[in-house]
């Protein structure tokens, strides 16, 4: 009788969380259950300018995860494939809520494929709750002193009062 073992299923939920909201969340949370181990990956996209240190958005995930045992936050300056590679992972996460975001994501898959044919990615559809938001759309109410309890933890809400109390025309 021979043992079989069974190599540990890790995926890379990566993005740029700036901020994390509760649409990211759901699918942290339910990607968590169908893998071993679940990295949740915050990237340094040079292209924009963020509200959040990566620092500040790695910690900020790190709060909101730390009751999910096989989630790790990390962060990577890199292509994502060889992210991937690097974490020995064999999948990567991406969450769905439009048209548009299946168009862009699935031109990104594919891109990745070319890259790597093992780095598989799976999309999961946002909980229809959350189908609206964004991180964008949630800066702008934070911005302007609107109520974003709804949308974001009450750790990023609170950073984010105080990331715009701080900034010179923010809401005070």
Known sequence: MSLQIRKERVAIY?????????????????????????????????????????EERTELLRQATADIPNVEVDSFRDLLVNYVRQKDAQVIVRGI?????????????????????????IFMMTNPRYS?????????IAHFGGNVSDFVTPEVEQAMKLKFKRMDGGAK
């Open 14 to 54: 990566p993005g740029t969380f700036d901020p994390v909201t509760l649409g990211h969340m759901d699918i942290i949370h339910r990607a968590a259950k169908q893998f071993d181990r679940l990295i949740v990956a915050v990237l340094n996209n040079l292209s924009k300018n963020p509200l959040f240190s990566v």
């Open 97 to 121: 809520r439009t048209v548009t975001d299946f168009e862009y994501e699935l031109q990104n898959a594919s891109i990745n494929h070319n890259l790597d044919p093992e780095a598989e990615t």
């Open 132 to 140: 609206y938001l964004s991180s964008s759309v949630v800066k702008e």
